[in-house]
T-cell receptor, first 115, second 116 residues
Framework: GAVVSQHPSWVICKSGTSVKIECRSL??????MFWYRQFPKQSLMLMAT?????????EQGVEKDKFLINHASLTLSTLTVTSAHPEDSSFYIC???????????FGSGTRLTVV | RKEVEQDPGPFNVPEGATVAFNCTYS??????FFWYRQDCRKEPKLLMS???SGNEDGRFTAQLNRASQYISLLIRDSKLSDSATYLC?????????????????FGKGTKLSVIP
C-alpha cells in the first residue's frame, strides 16, 4: 500500500520549453504532496508543499511562477517547470505522507535534463 | 549548526562487517526520525522508523538518544546489496513546521559501499 506513481521517469527538453511532472497516489488519498529537488551529491531539498484545492506553499528561494504546482484532486499533483534552463536540470521527487507521524512514500523521481 | 548532520562518509566495508552511522539533529522538538535508503538515481525508500528509543529489524538496528539529539543506524553482517546512501530524516513537531504541514528534513546522506 501507500504507493505514489510519478511520471515521466526522465525527460530531456530544450531550453525555454516547459515540462510537466505528474504524481499520483494510487491507493490512498493525499491531501498534501511535497515536491523535492535533489542535485548530484546533495540532499533532498523541499521546493513546495502542494495542497489539494488550494494554492501551493513554496519554500524560500523557489520561484512560484517558474515551478507551477497544481493539486486538483486528492490523488494527483503536478509540477510544471516553465521556461526551463540548464540550471533546472535535476532530480525531482514527489512525496506524500501515508501516516500521521511523518512516514512518507516517494514517487520514483523524474530526472530532468535541459539542453 | 545544520538541522540534520550525518557522518560524511563514504564508508567502505568488507562483506560481513558491522557498520554504524550517526546523525545529529538541532531541533529538540523533533518527534519522529527515520532512516531512508537511496540507491543511485533512485527515490529514497523507508528503511526504518524510530519513534521511541529505538527499533530493530533483522540486521538493522536504529537507536535514538533524545538527550544528546542523535540517531544511529547499525548494520550487522553487511551484504553487497546494502551498498547505498543512507539518509537520516527528521520529522519536526507540528508546532515547528506550522500550518499542519508535514515537512521532513533530510541529512545529506552517508554513502556505504560493501566490498566483496
Amino acid at each position: 500500500g501507500a504507493v505514489v506513481s510519478q511520471h515521466p521517469s526522465w525527460v530531456i527538453c530544450k531550453s525555454g520549453t516547459s515540462v510537466k511532472i505528474e504524481c499520483r497516489s494510487l491507493d490512498f488519498q493525499a491531501t498534501t504532496m511535497f515536491w523535492y529537488r535533489q542535485f548530484p551529491k546533495q540532499s533532498l531539498m523541499l521546493m513546495a508543499t502542494s495542497n489539494e484545492g488550494s494554492k501551493a506553499t513554496y519554500e524560500q528561494g523557489v520561484e512560484k511562477d517558474k515551478f507551477l504546482i497544481n493539486h486538483a484532486s486528492l490523488t494527483l499533483s503536478t509540477l510544471t517547470v516553465t521556461s526551463a534552463h540548464p540550471e533546472d536540470s535535476s532530480f525531482y521527487i514527489c512525496s506524500a505522507a501515508f501516516d500521521g507521524r511523518g512516514g512518507y512514500t516517494f514517487g520514483s523521481g523524474t530526472r530532468l535534463t535541459v539542453v | 549548526r545544520k538541522e540534520v548532520e550525518q557522518d560524511p562518509g563514504p564508508f567502505n566495508v568488507p562483506e560481513g562487517a558491522t557498520v554504524a552511522f550517526n546523525c545529529t539533529y538541532s531541533n529538540s522538538a523533533s518527534q519522529s526520525f527515520f532512516w531512508y535508503r537511496q540507491d543511485c538515481r533512485k527515490e529514497p525508500k523507508l528503511l526504518m522508523s524510530v519513534y521511541s528509543s529505538g527499533n530493530e529489524d533483522g540486521r538493522f538496528t536504529a537507536q535514538l538518544n533524545r538527550a544528546s539529539q542523535y540517531i544511529s543506524l547499525l548494520i550487522r553482517d553487511s551484504k553487497l546489496s546494502d551498498s547505498a546512501t543512507y539518509l537520516c530524516v527528521v520529522f519536526p513537531s507540528l508546532a515547528y513546521s506550522g500550518a499542519g504541514s508535514y515537512q521532513l528534513t533530510f541529512g545529506k546522506g552517508t554513502k556505504l559501499s560493501v566490498i566483496p
